[in-house]
């Protein structure tokens, strides 16, 4: 019922790329949880859905100005026991847990100005349509679609003595395709979306603290369960939300890294207003291919 698990993970964005022939590489979990459920259908207390799972991320500058990345994370979604329904035992919702790969996706970004701001245009490719066939049960995150992304980044980095300093600002549209047809839907299920973010760091020495705000605007939808028999019915809702992030990150010695992120939805429409997400990272930065 809630895989609508599109709560901005705390991360940290870059306006700029990589330079020419060097590579980083980022691994960590994460965590997501929510048990409470607005929408224009009801709202309350549901049965908790929980999502740790393993993420990766490799990124290049391959050449000047142009970078290449890829990512690929594993989750494992379960309902917490003795919550409310809907996974009661007589309920005919699919409550079982789900073991698998989640979205992967490659993302290609060209800086265009370097002074006196950075700008750089992306384009991503994502998918969990791999997932199709769990796209009904209540414990799956996301709707099985592929995406297809262009973004924009505009940041600048600052220095106030020793202290360095930062913002980013990025905007991005999914043009989401199904992964099957709908032909018992009215429109496309779901709807394109635009997400956006500004995210602000300091940098008192080896610390570096960011603090981030999100939203996200599903361009279309409906009222929550319009389409009770669709295996697509959770796709349909009208969804948008609000979302801040903190993140913690740790310089260590041979250019490498420690990250702690926490992020939480403030506002949403037709979705969980208690998704919560935590992250744990390590990452390295290589001078050279």
């Not at 989640?102 to 969990?128: E, H, I, Q, W």
């Not at 018992?184 to 020495?205: H, N, Q, T």
Request: with cysteine; hydrophobic share 40%; net charge negative.
């Amino acid at each position: 019922m809630l895989n609508l698990i599109l709560v901005s993970l705390a991360h940290a964005e870059y306006a700029g790329v990589l330079p020419a022939q060097s590579w980083a590489v980022y691994g960590g979990l994460g965590f997501t949880t929510y048990g409470e459920l607005v929408s224009d259908a009801g709202s309350g207390t549901v049965d908790r859905v929980n999502v740790p799972r393993v993420e990766g991320y490799l990124a290049a500058g391959l050449v000047e100005n142009l970078q290449v990345a890829a990512y690929v994370p594993v989750f494992y979604s379960f309902v917490s026991e003795g919550d409310p329904g809907p996974c009661s035992t007589t309920s005919l919702t699919d409550c079982r847990d789900l073991l698998g790969l989640g979205r992967v996706g490659v993302d290609v970004r060209y800086n265009l100005l370097d002074k006196p701001m950075m700008l750089t245009l992306g384009f991503g490719a994502s998918s969990n349509g791999h997932l199709r066939d769990e796209r009904v049960r209540y414990t799956m995150p996301g709707q099985a679609t592929t995406d297809f992304s262009p973004a924009l980044y505009l940041g600048k980095d600052l220095a106030f003595g020793k202290m360095g300093a930062g913002f980013v600002l990025f905007g991005a549209y999914d043009y989401r395709v199904p992964a099957d047809q709908q032909a018992d839907l009215a429109e496309k299920a779901p709807a394109d979306d635009i997400r956006a973010g500004l995210e602000i760091k300091v940098s008192p020495g080896v610390l570096t603290a960011q603090v981030g705000a999100y939203t996200y605007q599903r361009l279309g939808g409906t009222s929550w369960l319009a389409y009770p028999r669709s295996e697509d019915r959770w796709a349909t809702a009208d969804y948008d939300d609000v979302s801040a992030g903190v993140k913690l990150s740790a310089a260590l010695p041979n250019n490498m890294g420690l990250h702690l992120g926490f992020n939480r939805v403030l506002w949403v429409n037709n979705g969980a207003s208690d998704a919560t997400d935590i992250t744990l990272g390590f990452h390295k930065y290589f001078t050279e291919i």
